[in-house]
């Protein structure tokens, strides 16, 4: 099937690499030009595990082709909106990438075609995309909604081994289309895939935002209760190990941490909020969700400085932080707790010497700081530093040498700070590190 994507970040990227990897043609569009001479190339503008090779095998293969000129799509049978719709300063989900390519989209595009949004929209967006076409005489324009579950990182493997499926279209005959464009990979997982469809737009538009924002509350529940643990001097490790044998409760999503980030939760929590005041509901829990992880940021930056000022005097000391990226597997920083962290460090004059597997270009950009120095290396980021902080959960920081990491630093029983829970932490106590783990 010839397929189009409009929006080369994660979402469509991702989802385009795969989609021709199944067998699919497809046409990619971006606006920004430099994305598109390097795609074409089969260089990836992100950091995504296998996005490489899989993408130079489909540029090689001549199953995917870039281009900035909208009207490649002029011959698509499907196209897919994977635009982005960032928050507005008020909260709600900007959605003028969504109308602008839709009005790009209709300059060029058959009326057979399909439209299928991609991106993450508020409920009753899709609705008013329908009433957009209606009232410029594209009523015969079929239109449908397929939400993405792909968790940044992994994000190939989740799109070629689904859970489940959502496909939302007003007529029975787009929902067998979008399933159609799904076969191979319905296929390949021997038919273990759930896939839900459903005339409702409404219904999957809710479907996204109900699970982006249960997991966040998950999340956010136990960094809550390990900041209980840690009061209480409970463990939250054995209180997790417990309640993760109720199949109720599950296994997944109860790790504490740093607090969330990324480009979905923070961003999609919020949006569900402004979707119940629309539609003139209570969705408090979700927005103390939001408000709660904010502040646990600021509850783990207090908690390192509260603990090393009991100590010793912080002012001037220097600090190794491993991991910048909102979470492993990805160069991503957006909302990562990071930020928040090393900000307040350098509000109490402390010199920091980070590192990040991938993150570092990212974070640069976006903190730029004289206390801040990163390292390509995250031997050279712990050397003569003080305390090591450990804010992602990348594989390689718990295959590290404690007896190298104390070799490097200053003093014999350095402070080290896991919030991840991640580090062989009786190594590194009976090397006479002091060690912190966030939930103990
Ligand atoms: C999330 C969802 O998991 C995907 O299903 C969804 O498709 C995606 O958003 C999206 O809407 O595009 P993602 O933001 O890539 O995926 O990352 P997650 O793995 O969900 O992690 C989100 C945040 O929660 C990270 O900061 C992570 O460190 C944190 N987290 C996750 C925890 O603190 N503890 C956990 O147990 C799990």
């Given at each position: 099937?010839?397929?189009?994507?409009i929006?080369t970040?994660?979402?469509?990227?991702?989802?385009?690499?795969c989609?021709?990897?199944s067998?699919?043609?497809?046409?990619?569009i971006?606006?920004?030009?430099?994305?598109?001479d390097?795609?074409?190339?089969?260089?990836?503008?992100?950091?995504?595990?296998?996005?490489?090779?899989?993408?130079?095998?489909?540029?090689?293969?001549?199953?995917?082709?870039?281009?900035?000129?909208?009207?490649?799509?002029?011959?698509?049978?499907?196209?897919f909106?994977?635009?982005?719709?960032?928050s507005?300063?008020?909260?709600?989900?900007?959605?003028?990438?969504?109308?602008?390519?839709?009005?790009?989209?209709?300059?060029?595009?058959?009326?057979?075609?399909?439209?299928?949004?991609?991106?993450?929209?508020?409920?009753?967006?899709?609705?008013?995309?329908?009433?957009?076409?209606?009232?410029?005489?594209?009523?015969?324009?079929?239109?449908?909604?397929?939400?993405?579950?792909?968790?940044?990182?992994?994000?190939?493997?989740?799109f070629?081994?689904?859970?489940?499926?959502?496909?939302?279209?007003?007529?029975?005959e787009g929902?067998?289309?979008?399933?159609?464009?799904?076969?191979?990979i319905?296929?390949?997982?021997?038919?273990?895939?759930?896939?839900?469809k459903?005339?409702?737009?409404?219904?999957a538009?809710?479907i996204?935002?109900?699970?982006?924002?249960?997991?966040?509350?998950?999340?956010?529940f136990?960094?809550?209760?390990?900041?209980?643990?840690?009061?209480?001097?409970?463990?939250?490790?054995?209180?997790?190990?417990?309640i993760?044998?109720?199949?109720?409760?599950?296994?997944?999503?109860?790790?504490?941490?740093?607090?969330?980030?990324?480009?979905?939760?923070?961003?999609?929590t919020?949006?569900?909020?402004?979707?119940?005041?629309t539609?003139?509901?209570?969705?408090?829990?979700?927005?103390?969700?939001?408000?709660?992880?904010?502040?646990?940021?600021e509850?783990i930056?207090s908690?390192i400085?509260?603990t090393?000022?009991?100590?010793?005097?912080?002012?001037?000391?220097?600090?190794?932080?491993?991991?910048?990226?909102?979470?492993?597997?990805?160069d991503?920083?957006?909302?990562?707790?990071?930020?928040?962290?090393?900000?307040?460090?350098f509000?109490?004059?402390?010199?920091?010497?980070?590192?990040d597997?991938?993150?570092?270009?990212?974070?640069?950009?976006?903190?730029?700081?004289?206390?801040?120095?990163?390292?390509?290396d995250?031997?050279?980021?712990v050397?003569?530093?003080?305390?090591?902080?450990?804010?992602?959960?990348?594989?390689?920081?718990?295959?590290?040498?404690?007896?190298?990491?104390?070799?490097?630093?200053?003093?014999?029983?350095?402070f080290?700070?896991?919030?991840?829970?991640?580090l062989?932490?009786?190594?590194y106590?009976?090397?006479?590190?002091?060690?912190?783990?966030?939930?103990?």
């Amino acid at each position: 099937m010839k397929i189009g994507m409009i929006g080369t970040g994660y979402v469509g990227l991702v989802s385009s690499v795969c989609l021709a990897n199944s067998g699919h043609s497809l046409v990619c569009i971006d606006k920004r030009p430099q994305i598109i001479d390097s795609l074409s190339k089969g260089i990836p503008t992100i950091y995504e595990k296998d996005m490489d090779s899989m993408l130079a095998t489909c540029v090689k293969e001549n199953s995917i082709s870039f281009s900035t000129d909208i009207s490649s799509l002029s011959d698509c049978e499907i196209v897919f909106l994977a635009v982005g719709t960032p928050s507005l300063p008020n909260g709600h989900a900007d959605l003028s990438q969504v109308f602008s390519a839709i009005d790009s989209l209709l300059t060029v595009l058959n009326e057979q075609a399909m439209i299928v949004v991609r991106s993450t929209v508020p409920v009753g967006t899709v609705k008013r995309v329908r009433q957009y076409l209606d009232e410029k005489g594209k009523e015969k324009q079929m239109l449908g909604f397929c939400p993405e579950f792909l968790r940044e990182g992994v994000a190939i493997s989740d799109f070629l081994n689904p859970q489940y499926l959502v496909f939302a279209c007003g007529y029975k005959e787009g929902q067998d289309l979008l399933h159609q464009v799904y076969q191979p990979i319905i296929d390949a997982t021997d038919n273990k895939v759930r896939v839900v469809k459903t005339y409702s737009f409404e219904t999957a538009e809710l479907i996204k935002y109900t699970i982006n924002s249960f997991l966040a509350t998950k999340i956010t529940f136990m960094n809550q209760i390990a900041q209980l643990a840690q009061a209480s001097d409970a463990d939250v490790g054995t209180v997790i190990q417990a309640i993760s044998a109720d199949r109720r409760i599950g296994e997944l999503f109860l790790n504490p941490g740093p607090g969330f980030g990324g480009s979905c939760f923070p961003k999609d929590t919020i949006a569900l909020v402004k979707c119940g005041i629309t539609y003139g509901v209570d969705m408090s829990v979700v927005e103390e969700v939001n408000h709660s992880n904010k502040r646990h940021k600021e509850y783990i930056a207090s908690w390192i400085l509260e603990t090393l000022e009991k100590n010793i005097q912080v002012e001037g000391k220097k600090i190794a932080i491993w991991g910048l990226a909102f979470k492993a597997g990805t160069d991503d920083i957006r909302d990562s707790a990071a930020i928040t962290i090393v900000e307040s460090f350098f509000q109490c004059n402390i010199e920091v010497h980070a590192h990040d597997p991938k993150g570092n270009e990212n974070f640069h950009t976006r903190v730029n700081n004289s206390h801040l120095q990163l390292y390509d290396d995250p031997f050279d980021a712990v050397k003569d530093t003080d305390v090591l902080v450990v804010l992602t959960e990348w594989q390689v920081f718990r295959d590290i040498s404690p007896q190298e990491v104390l070799n490097l630093m200053n003093g014999d029983n350095p402070f080290v700070f896991d919030t991840r829970g991640i580090l062989p932490h009786d190594k590194y106590k009976e090397l006479g590190f002091q060690l912190y783990k966030f939930g103990l």
